[in-house]
């Protein structure tokens, strides 16, 4: 009779708490949040450098996960400055230079209007499970939230972050923590998300901060002024005829 009240006890706790989810199950409620059939936004970008703080503002037309047209709205010296992303490919516009530039190879890893973010951030695919596999290693709390731990490994050698360690919340599925690393286990980059808001039964990032481990700034506060999910974008937005618009 012990042997069974123990079985039983067993079992209930079991049907009580559950398994953690896998690394792939959390990836994809993660890629469920941040990924959409397309999207319009409007952005504020607060670069604090060593020296000063430089405030843009941009508007972006994304279309699944290869097509991205952005647009520097303010300040007056970066207005007009235009980027295009068609796969793995990517070309600038600005009004001063007057002419277009495909940015590859070693420019890619440089910074983005002199902000934490690199133009290889702007080129990687959204889509987590698509380029790393995972693993549930722990659960923390992290802002007053319960989160699962995850440790990514990538599945290919062409990426900008070998592994990354994320803390992700459980009820919302963001990552609300997130560290990047070299294949050496230098820490390249940290992330953090500080508000979120919900919309259309998806969670997503208010404002987060980027902290360029090898830079001597302070980091670059990101703010989703707007965002519209599945909204019909005009086709000749993605082409290079628009960066001279």
């Keep these: 009779m012990k042997n069974l009240i123990l079985l039983l ?10 398994s953690p989810p896998s690394g792939e199950e959390v990836l994809t409620k993660i890629d469920r949040n941040f990924t959409s059939k397309n999207h319009i936004s409007t952005i504020t970008m607060v670069i604090k450098g060593r020296r000063d703080t430089r405030t843009l503002k941009s508007k972006s037309w994304v279309e699944g996960n290869d097509k991205a047209f952005t647009e520097y709205l303010a300040p007056a010296r970066e207005e007009g400055t235009k980027m ?76 900008a972050y070998h592994s990354r360690k994320i803390w992700v919340d ?4 963001l990552p609300l923590k997130e560290e990047r690393f070299a294949k050496s286990g230098k820490l390249l980059k940290s992330v953090e998300i500080r508000k979120v808001f919900e919309t259309k039964g998806r969670w997503y990032p208010k404002e987060m901060v980027l902290k360029d481990a090898l830079s001597s700034g302070e980091g670059t506060q990101i703010i989703i002024d707007s965002i519209d999910f599945d909204v019909t974008i005009p086709e000749h937005i993605f082409s290079k005829a628009s960066l001279r618009r």
Excluded at 128 to 151: F, Q
Excluded at 170 to 173: C, F, G, P
């Design 9 to 18: 006890f067993i079992v209930s706790s079991s049907i009580g708490y559950g």
């Design 84 to 159: 295009l992303k068609l796969k793995d490919e990517l070309w600038t516009w600005s009004p001063s230079a007057d002419r277009i530039i495909k940015i590859a190879g070693h420019m890619l890893r440089q910074s983005m209007m002199g902000s934490d973010i690199s133009y290889e951030d702007f080129m990687e695919d959204p889509e987590l499970r698509n380029v790393y596999d995972s693993k549930v290693t722990g659960e923390e709390e992290m802002n007053g939230r319960s989160c699962y731990v995850l440790d990514l490994i990538a599945k290919q050698d062409n990426v």
């Design 170 to 173: 459980k009820e919302r599925y």
